[in-house]
Structures are given as C-alpha cells and as structure tokens.
C-alpha cells in the first residue's frame, strides 16, 4: 500500500524559510513524477511544484523564484525548500505521487499545515 508521510510545516515569519520532506512507501512500480500541491481556506487545492522523472520540473508562477523541489530517488523522498515565504503561502501543503502501472495512478498525503504571519 502506497504511503506519503509529509513533514516540516510549521509558523514561520514572512520573509523566513522552510522545507518540507515527503517519503513515498510502498512503491511498487516507477515512479511518474513527484509533487506538492496546496489548499488554501477556502480556495482549491492548486500546484506548487513538480518533478518528473527525467528532472523537469514545474512551478506555478507565485513561486517561481522562491520555492525549489527536489528528491533522492534512492529514499523516494521529495523536498519542497520555500524561501522568502510571504502571507500568501499560507496552507495546507499536500505531497503527491504518480506511478506509472499501465495508466497513471495518483496518490496524496495527508498534507502539512504552512502558516505565514508575523
């Protein structure tokens, strides 16, 4: 059974810095592409950032430039390291993975609360 455990959210001031962890068990099949998405209150959940399997990656205009992914293959580990944070950042930030077993298959955390304020 596929399992994302996130950690490293928190209260952080704006301006200051955080990064967050995310470890995929129980993978079984090649992993597509890994990502983080986030759901604001009251708004949907949108993209952050993600990266494939050949490394491309992909940000969402809001962040570009503040926010950085990566990952460690060999611990099915994806990182979301988020700099300059401001108030608007503020969510609930959800790790996802998609495998590729035929068609593509999704799985989501159980997401990391991320509050910006001063």
């Known amino acids: 059974q596929v399992q994302l455990v996130e950690s490293g959210g928190g209260l952080v001031q704006p301006g200051g810095s955080l990064r967050l962890s995310c470890v995929a068990s129980?993978?079984?099949?090649?992993?597509?592409?890994m990502g983080w998405y986030r759901q604001a209150p009251g708004k949907q959940r949108e993209l952050v950032a993600t990266?494939?399997?050949?490394?491309?990656?992909n940000y969402a205009d809001s962040v570009k430039g503040r926010f950085a992914i990566s990952t460690n293959r060999a611990k099915n580990t994806v990182y979301l390291q988020m700099n300059s944070l401001q108030p608007e950042d503020t969510a609930v930030y959800y790790c996802?993975?998609?495998?590729?077993?035929?068609?593509?298959?999704?799985?989501w955390g159980q997401g990391t609360q991320v509050t910006v304020s001063s």
């Open positions: 129980g993978i079984n099949f090649s992993i597509y592409r």
């Open positions: 996802t993975v998609r495998l590729l077993r035929g068609g593509f298959y999704d799985y």
């Open positions: 990266i494939s399997s050949d490394s491309t990656t």
